[in-house]
Structures are given as structure tokens and as C-alpha cells.
């Protein structure tokens, strides 16, 4: 009779942990307590909503646009998470805006679950943090005032001449590594190097591919120049996880795959490319 007795209470105690969902962490005997995410994916869904870090100056990726009237984040990877976050179950996007410079900074401390902003997934960064397979993979390209779209042909017209990057981002070591004769001016926002293009505080900026298409096809007065730089696999955007986001990762992976596959990600840039670009003529 002790027997079975002892044999039932397994039994039950064997169903507990199934109920929990075969929480890692729960140890079967305090059923009263609520049982703990065992990872970071449950504990979003359970939260019920995605923090996001993203730096919207970036069109078309990320980007502020008037929508009916009013200053909403919009672009690829914003449309790219919403639908992401819709496969995975996940009721509601939290977007927090800032610079680029500081979005691995908030992922690394925990501000937000995942940092999505055109990041590269370079070597050097997959040191501290994870990523998801890749998304995008853009070209690096030189932007210059139309005026002097002849005078800059190739890197050593650039040589002694101020040439812009990102803070924080890949673009600030390929004006150093790529064109050592140059003298880097780093700026926090997009937005901003284009300005300066502009109005000549800055003779040239780097920026990468569809990112340069959409704020030349917001200026007319500047150009991509024909100065031919080096791209590497390793400037591909991925989202950006906290380090050891396994389940996260495989979830988002197997979502991403499936935009990728049916073409949604290419259409999502085509159609916040030409979003940017009516905005601006507003
Ligand atoms: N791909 C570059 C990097 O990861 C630039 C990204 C900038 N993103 C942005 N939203 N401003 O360094």
C-alpha cells in the first residue's frame, strides 16, 4: 500500500511538471507558485509585448514619416518586426527611438529584447551579442554633393577631403580602413550627414545601399558617387538578441526565413522606399 502510494505521488508529481509546460526551473513542489519562463521567448509572450531598440534615421529601414497626420516610426524592419512578432504570437511592438550609437548598449543592458536598426552582424559584434540569420545585404557607397559628382571618381579624390559616418556604426572603420587619406567626421543621425553634405561642412558620407538610394531620391542636390568600394557578408543586417537567446533566435529564424523566402522583406524596402520619398516631397 506505502508503495503505491509512493508510486501515485510520482505520477502526480510527473503531471505537475508537464502542466507547467515543462518549465526547466520549476521543481514540482510549490504548485502554487506560478511557474517561471524557462526562456526568454515565454517570457515575452507572457509579457505580451516586444521591446524593440531601433534608430530611426534611417530610411528606408527605419525612419519618421507622417502617417494620417501624425509623427509615427515607420520602414522595412518595422514592418519586418510587426510581422515577425504576429508569427510568433506576440500581441503588441514597443518601439524606443534612439541613437544608433546607443541601440547594442540598450539591447546589452537588458532595455529592450531585441535591437532592430539595418545592424550589421559583423564578427566583432557577434563577440557580445547574438544575432538572427541575415536579412539584407547592402552595398557601402559614397554620397557627394551633385556639384561635384565628377570631381570625386575614385578613393584617392577623396584624400584630405571630410568625409562622414554614422556614430556607432560599421561605416565609421570603412572611411578609416577603406580611405586611410580621408579625415572622418562622425555624427550621431543620418539625417544630419546629409545636411552637412549639403550645405558643405562635409565633401562626401558613407552610407549603405538602399539607405543612400532613398536620401538621394530625397535631395536632389546630392548623388551617389562612382568611387567603388569594398563589401563584405559581413555588413549583412540581422536582428540583434542578447547573447544565449536560444529559443528567441530559432523562433525568429524560422519566421524571418519564411519573409525572406516569399519575397515580403524585398517588398517591404520597395514600399517604405517610395513611402520616404513622398514624404519628402510633401
Ligand atoms: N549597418 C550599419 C551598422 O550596423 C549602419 C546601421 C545604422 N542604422 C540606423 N538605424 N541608423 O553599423
Not at 514540482?28 to 519562463?37: N, R
Not at 537567446?245 to 520597395?270: M, P
Amino acid at each position: 500500500m506505502k508503495k503505491l502510494i509512493g508510486l501515485t505521488s510520482i505520477v502526480i508529481g510527473l503531471f505537475a511538471l508537464t502542466a507547467c509546460g515543462g518549465g526547466g526551473n520549476s521543481t514540482g513542489s510549490d504548485s502554487s507558485k506560478a511557474p517561471e519562463a524557462s526562456n526568454q521567448l515565454e517570457q515575452i509572450k507572457e509579457a505580451g509585448v516586444l521591446k524593440v531598440g531601433t534608430s530611426a534615421d534611417f530610411a528606408p529601414f527605419e525612419f519618421h514619416a507622417m502617417v494620417n497626420g501624425k509623427d509615427t516610426i515607420v520602414g522595412a524592419d518595422i514592418d519586418m518586426v510587426n510581422a515577425l512578432a504576429k508569427e510568433l504570437g506576440i500581441p503588441k511592438v514597443d518601439f524606443s527611438d534612439m541613437e544608433f550609437n546607443a541601440v547594442l548598449a540598450a539591447l546589452e543592458q537588458g532595455q529592450v529584447d531585441i535591437a532592430v536598426s539595418g545592424i550589421s552582424a559583423t564578427e566583432e559584434r557577434k563577440k557580445s551579442i547574438d544575432f538572427t540569420m541575415n536579412y539584407f545585404l547592402p552595398e557601402q557607397k559614397v554620397i557627394v554633393h551633385k556639384d561635384n559628382l565628377a570631381k570625386y571618381k575614385e578613393i584617392s579624390d577623396l584624400s584630405g577631403k571630410k568625409v562622414g559616418a554614422q556614430k556607432g556604426s560599421i561605416q565609421e572603420s570603412i572611411v578609416k580602413d577603406q580611405l586611410p587619406e580621408s579625415q572622418i567626421v562622425s555624427v550621431p543621425k543620418v539625417p544630419s550627414l546629409v545636411l552637412e553634405l549639403k550645405q558643405g561642412s562635409i565633401d562626401a558620407l558613407v552610407a549603405e545601399s538602399a539607405v543612400a538610394e532613398s536620401y538621394v531620391g530625397q535631395n536632389d542636390d546630392i548623388a551617389i558617387a562612382d568611387v567603388a568600394l569594398e563589401t563584405s557578408e559581413d555588413e549583412a543586417y540581422a536582428i540583434a538578441l542578447p547573447k544565449g537567446s536560444t529559443e528567441l533566435q530559432a523562433a525568429l529564424n524560422e519566421a524571418l526565413q519564411k519573409l525572406i523566402d516569399d519575397g515580403t522583406i524585398a517588398e517591404f524596402v520597395q514600399k517604405n522606399t517610395d513611402l520616404a520619398n513622398e514624404n519628402a516631397s510633401k
